[in-house]
């Protein structure tokens, strides 16, 4: 992995899944779990006017999750939204673990300050977080209003660990899962959990506080219900380069839209 000026080529996902709790047509009662990634997330989900702008990826964000029976996309709703770290391979890649548990809670307080307080993060302490045999993660082990991070391998190593969306060139995953409940304005597509995978030997090859940090801060926007952009200087933008380290405009952007839309949980 080069760390040059030039864009690393090292891919970012997000994937989504979706839970219902109540009868909804068409979505699957349960996890499902894996979904590919939503390469459709910025057509238009809508005819409403906050959908069609907030799909334009020239205003430099996209979202994560749509969904046709639903007017508004994956998000979640305002308050506490806890996130828990597990950093088992952390470690053994040669990471200061009390380092990384800081450079999460920059990630997180990253998010606060841009949502303006809408929502607020809080740490809730170390959680292992594996894989399971086909090497998905276990979105089950995640309690509900939490985020999940954990570091993990693309096939080499405790097999507890071992992650195929990191496969390749791909340095980290994240996404989340959603309800839905029909009878509940607002209550569509409303983020339950997520999750953040990180390939720990290619985040030991980062620069600590430049794309390391700019890695965590992108794979947790999906955790969020951000998508993929084109952007040249947006931290949502699908690779990593040294000319995208923090948040701009476009991802406050679409954080302010996930705001700004009905969310009932």
Not at 74 to 84: E, V
Not at 100 to 108: F, L
Not at 130 to 146: E, F, K, N, S
Not at 160 to 183: F, I, K
Request: glycine residues 12%.
């Amino acid at each position: 992995m080069s760390c040059g000026m030039a864009t690393i080529d090292n891919a970012l996902r997000g994937v989504a899944a979706v839970t219902a709790v109540a009868a909804v047509a068409l979505v699957a009662v349960g996890p499902q779990w894996p979904r590919a990634p939503m390469a459709d997330a910025t057509q238009q989900m809508s005819d409403d006017a906050l959908q069609r702008r907030a799909d334009a990826r020239t205003k430099g964000y996209s979202f994560l999750l749509r969904s046709d029976d639903s007017r508004y996309p994956g998000r979640w709703c305002g308050g506490t939204i806890r996130y828990t770290l597990d950093l088992t391979l952390a470690g053994a890649a040669g990471l200061d673990p009390g380092q990384e548990a800081a450079r999460w809670a920059t990630v997180m307080q990253r998010w606060t300050e841009a949502s303006g307080g809408h929502y607020q993060f809080v740490y809730a302490g170390q959680q292992q977080l594996h894989t399971d045999d086909a090497g998905q993660i276990d979105l089950a082990a995640v309690a509900p209003g939490t985020i999940g991070v954990t570091y993990v391998h693309d096939g080499v190593g405790d097999p507890a660990y071992r992650a195929t969306a990191v496969e390749g060139r791909t340095a980290g995953n994240g996404g989340l899962q959603v309800t839905s409940d029909p009878s509940v304005p607002g209550g569509m597509l409303v983020g339950d959990r997520g999750f953040v995978m990180i390939d720990a030997d290619d985040a030991a090859r980062l620069p600590a506080d430049g794309m390391r940090q700019a890695l965590y801060q992108h794979e947790s926007g999906h955790a969020l219900g951000l998508g993929h952009v084109t952007t040249g200087d947006s931290i949502m933008n699908g690779t990593l380069s040294e000319d995208r380290l923090t948040l701009a405009a476009g991802d406050r952007a679409g954080l302010a839209a996930l705001m700004a839309m009905p969310c009932t949980p």
